[in-house]
Nanobody, 123 residues
Framework: QVQLVESGGGLVQAGGSLRLSCAASGRTFSSLDMGWFRQAPGKEREFVAARGWTGGIWYADSVKGRFTISRDNAKNTVYLQMNSLKPEDTGVYYC?????????????????WGQGTQVTVSS
């Protein structure tokens, strides 16, 4: 079992920045692939970014160049630094862990989820 707790969401103006954190417990964090997803009202949950335990990094096209995913294995934490935020980035952001190998883009592939943190970007 893996427990995930997100933090760092909030309200920010367009063009601003936020850093989300996801603290993991329950399994060896350093061997987990980790991902971030988001869900806007009335829309499906969508992939944002992922960081593999072997070093691979993946981003959705919509966030490339603006968001950065990183991890600190000593703190069992994965981060999502979000810069140049846009109103369309608004949603609940979820941390996820342990996807089926090769399926980092699919929400259905992840075994563990956090409770989510709200990000609201005003125009």
């Amino acid at each position: 079992q893996v427990q995930l707790v997100e933090s760092g969401g909030g309200l920010v103006q367009a063009g601003g920045s936020l850093r989300l954190s996801c603290a993991a417990s329950g399994r060896t964090f350093s061997s987990l692939d980790m991902g971030w997803f988001r869900q806007a009202p009335g829309k499906e949950r969508e992939f944002v970014a992922a960081r593999g335990w072997t070093g691979g990094i993946w981003y959705a096209d919509s966030v490339k160049g603006r968001f950065t995913i990183s991890r600190d294995n000593a703190k069992n934490t994965v981060y999502l630094q979000m810069n140049s935020l846009k109103p369309e980035d608004t949603g609940v952001y979820y941390c996820a862990a342990d996807p089926i190998r090769g399926s980092v883009y699919s929400a259905q592939a992840y075994a563990y989820w956090g409770q989510g943190t709200q990000v609201t970007v005003s125009s």
